[in-house]
């Protein structure tokens, strides 16, 4: 999904025009982005924790040529989900092994006959 795709969603949903609902959803990503600059965490409840954290420098490998290549330190933003989330994400999982093991006993089915 895009934000265009999140703009109009939610524009339909609330009954707002598209370039005012842009305008929101951009000034609240600005504002997530802007606190990680600042404050390195932000919390967003039931949805996760966006976290600056530092890694380290390494040694690499180059995988065309096989030459070892050293990565400088950088910083880079990671995500935990909500329990929120991770329950919804969860349900998706067992569902694709239910229906995995539907296709499953399904085939043996047919492959007795």
């Known amino acids: 999904m895009t934000k265009k795709e999140i703009v109009k969603t939610i524009s339909e949903e609330i009954g707002m025009t598209q370039l005012r609902t842009k305008e929101i959803v951009q000034k609240t990503f600005d504002a997530i982005v802007e606190t990680l600059v600042?404050?390195?965490?932000?919390?967003?409840?039931?949805?996760?924790?966006?976290?600056?954290?530092?890694?380290?420098?390494r040694k690499a490998r180059n995988p065309r040529t096989g030459q070892r290549v050293d990565v400088?330190?950088?910083?880079?933003?990671?995500?935990?989900?909500?329990k929120e989330m991770e329950e919804k994400v969860r349900q998706l999982e067992e569902a694709d092994a239910r229906a995995a093991e539907a296709e499953r006993i399904l085939k043996g089915t047919a492959a007795q006959r």
Do not use: H, W
């Open 38 to 57: 600042e404050d390195g965490r932000i919390e967003l409840r039931n949805f996760g924790v966006f976290e600056v954290k530092k890694r380290a420098a």
């Open 72 to 82: 400088p330190q950088k910083y880079v933003v990671t995500f935990k989900p909500g």
